[in-house]
C-alpha cells in the first residue's frame, strides 16, 4: 500500500509539475483534430495568452466540444499553479466547448463555494462572471486524481475575441501608472520610493502615507507582484504595514 501511495504522488507531481517544460505561454496557437492537414476552418480554436498577465502554457485537443489546458507555474515556485488568463477567437457562431484546466496545485478553491472565472471579448469589453452552475471544481481520475476546474461556454458572436481569466486581472502596468499619477498631484502626506527590484528587475515601491502633523503614526505599504514571464505579470501581494 505505501508503495502504491508512493507511485501515485510521483506520477501526480509528474503530471502536475510538468509545466516546467511549459517554456512560454501559447502564442497564437490554432488546436485542430489529430491527424487534420486541410486548411483552416471556423470552429478550430486559436489559443493566446502572451500579453500581460497571460497565462496558459498548452492546450490538449479531446474533441470539437472539449479541450485540456495547462497553465503554468509561478516563477521560481513551480508547485503553485492557479492563475489564468488567455483568449479564444476563430470560434463558430454557437459553438458550445468545454474547457478543463487540469493542473490547479489547491485542493480547495473558491470555486467550489460559487466564484466563477470571468469573461469578456471584443464587442462587451466589461468582465463578467459566467454562471456558476457552468463551473465545476473536482478531483479527475483522468488526471491521477488532480483537481480540475472544468466551464462550459457558448461562442454567439464569430467575429469576438473572448478573453478568460482566474478573477479580474489587476497588472503590474496599471498599478505603475496609477502610481505614476499620485505621484504627479504631489500630495503632501504621501511619499513614493523604490524599495529595491524584483528578480525581474522591475521595480518594487514603497508608499508612505502620513499626516504630517502626526510624525508618530503612517500607513506602509509595500508592493510586490507575481511574474510568470518576461511578458506576462500580475500584481497579487500587498503588505500593509502601521507604524
Known amino acids: 500500500m505505501m508503495e502504491e501511495n ?35 476552418k471556423k470552429g478550430h480554436v486559436i489559443f493566446d495568452a502572451c500579453f500581460e498577465s497571460g497565462n496558459l502554457g498548452r492546450v490538449d485537443y479531446i474533441s470539437e466540444f472539449e479541450f485540456d489546458l495547462f497553465i503554468r507555474p509561478d516563477t521560481c515556485n513551480p508547485r503553485f ?25 489547491k485542493t480547495k478553491s473558491l ?25 465545476y471544481y473536482y478531483r479527475c481520475p483522468d488526471h ?15 467575429d469576438d475575441v473572448y478573453q478568460f481569466a482566474y478573477c479580474y486581472p489587476y497588472t503590474y502596468s496599471r498599478l505603475q501608472h496609477y502610481l505614476a499619477s499620485l505621484e504627479r498631484r504631489n500630495l503632501d502626506y504621501l511619499q513614493r520610493e523604490q524599495l529595491g527590484l524584483s528578480v525581474q528587475q522591475r521595480r518594487l515601491d514603497l508608499l508612505t502615507i502620513t499626516n504630517p502633523g502626526l ?5 506602509l505599504l509595500i508592493f510586490s507582484t507575481t511574474c510568470r514571464s518576461k511578458n506576462s505579470k500580475l500584481l497579487q501581494v500587498r503588505h500593509v504595514l502601521c507604524v
Open 6 to 40: 508512493s507511485r501515485e504522488h510521483l506520477d501526480t507531481d509528474n503530471e502536475a509539475g510538468g509545466e516546467d517544460a511549459l517554456v512560454g505561454n501559447v502564442n497564437k496557437l490554432m488546436v485542430t483534430p489529430p491527424g487534420y492537414t486541410g486548411p483552416p
Open 81 to 105: 499553479r492557479v492563475w489564468f488568463n488567455f483568449t479564444v477567437e476563430n470560434v463558430r457562431e454557437t459553438q458550445r466547448v468545454i474547457f478543463n484546466i487540469v493542473n490547479f496545485s
Open 111 to 135: 470555486y467550489r463555494d460559487g466564484m466563477s472565472p470571468v469573461v469578456k471579448s471584443t464587442s462587451r469589453p466589461k468582465w463578467q462572471r459566467l454562471p456558476a452552475k457552468n463551473v
Open 144 to 158: 491521477r486524481r488532480n483537481y480540475v476546474m472544468s466551464f462550459a461556454f457558448c461562442f454567439d458572436r464569430e
Open 215 to 219: 510624525e508618530n503614526l503612517s500607513l
